[in-house]
């Protein structure tokens, strides 16, 4: 399992990965993406890699997952080396069948900062590539980093990532922004461009690619696109030419060709509420009733965007509090709007009352 997203540069095709996305992404959400995108890599939002070696409770309740999620990274940040080495022992246990541990060194949040986690470890390079040589030594699963441009602007990247290759890094993806601008300003991929340049390890961009075909325009050298705010409620932001015309991908994904126009998928009403439907059983499959059905609301609301209808079950939406209640809801959008099933939303084929 060692590197394997190399078969597919091999092949000379790009890699596509969904992004880690604290508080969006989980088991459910990786599975609503994956079943109509199967052809991405998925990386977990962050786990503290002390929480992991503390409680076996954590370790129990986010490394399992689904098969269609494999194969499946898991992300962890922290500061220590040796406990990074730890976590990566209980991660790479036979029965979560992980595929690989990506570090996390692009968190700007001032909380990770000060803990000396996340992006503070673009300043303490000694600390990020001794985590690196320590995980390398506990495991044979792939280590991979995501990290940002620089923390402040006064960071070299290109020394930076030779660094994190030579302590065994094996793919690095770099959100083209820094830490001190968070999510302010443009991703700019011009550095990392330049950073492929000098080191052998494939290398990902990620900030602000808005689809597949995007991601292909912006992607020129680099090894692979990650996409993260772009899925919200928008599994089908990862297809593009490549996926629509292979006839083999189409027998996995439910999407139909006649919806793909200009580069962009446009699914149609009754698409979105199969994933609805999907998105809300998973979540409440993998946390129980009661944090499934709360936490199910950011995404149905997110999935209704372009539904000009949206505004009379948005109150309704994001007040649910069971999946029979969620569940009703879709069903009725989906009676009151039988006639418009095949239409779709974002070419604005549904129209306002
Ligand atoms: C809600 C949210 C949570 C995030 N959580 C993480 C995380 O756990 N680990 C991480 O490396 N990046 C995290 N990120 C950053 C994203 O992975 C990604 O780098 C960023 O959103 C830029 O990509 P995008 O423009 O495609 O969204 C998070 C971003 C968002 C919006």
Request: aromatic fraction near 8%; glycine fraction near 8%; charge should be positive.
């Amino acid at each position: 399992m060692k590197d394997f997203w190399k078969k597919q540069l091999e092949k000379n095709e790009k890699l596509v990965f969904l992004a880690p996305m604290d508080g969006y992404g989980d088991s459910a959400y990786r599975q609503a993406m994956k079943r109509i995108s199967p052809h991405i890599f998925c990386i977990s939002e962050f786990y503290s890699a002390d929480g992991l070696v503390h409680s076996k409770f954590l370790a129990d309740s986010v490394l399992p997952h689904n098969k269609i999620e494999d194969p499946l990274i898991i992300q962890i940040f922290g500061k220590d080396p040796e406990m990074f080495a730890k976590a990566a022992k209980i991660i790479e246990s036979e029965k979560y069948n992980i595929a690989g541990i990506d570090v996390n060194m692009g968190c700007p949040a001032k909380k990770v900062v000060r803990s000396g986690h996340g992006s503070s470890l673009l300043i303490n390079e000694q600390t990020a590539f001794e985590i690196i040589k320590k995980l390398n030594e506990a495991t044979k699963l792939p280590i991979s980093v995501k990290t940002r441009l620089s923390f402040d602007g006064n960071q070299n990247l290109i020394n930076f990532v030779k660094g994190l290759e030579s302590a065994g890094a094996s793919l690095v993806t770099i959100h083209g922004r820094t830490a001190k601008q968070a999510y302010t300003g443009k991703a700019d991929f011009t550095d990392i461009y330049e950073l492929k340049k000098n080191v052998s390890i494939p290398v990902i961009c990620n900030g602000d690619i808005l689809n597949y075909s995007d991601g292909m325009q912006k992607v020129k050298n680099l090894d692979g696109i990650m996409l993260g705010r772009a899925s919200f409620g928008n599994p089908w932001c990862f297809i593009g030419e490549k996926q629509i015309n292979d006839e083999e991908f189409l027998k996995k994904s439910p999407i139909k060709k006649q919806n793909f126009i200009n580069g962009v998928y446009h699914p149609s009403l009754g698409e979105i509420l199969d994933a609805m439907q999907f998105h809300a059983e998973k979540l409440v499959e993998t946390k129980g009733e009661k944090k499934g059905s709360l936490e199910i609301r950011k995404h149905l609301v997110q999935y209704l965007k372009n539904f000009p209808g949206v505004k009379d079950y948005r109150k309704r939406l994001v007040t649910t509090e069971s999946l029979e209640n969620s569940l009703n809801i879709i069903n009725e959008i989906r009676k009151n709007f039988e006639d418009f099933l095949e239409k779709r939303p974002s070419l604005g084929e549904i129209e306002k009352e």
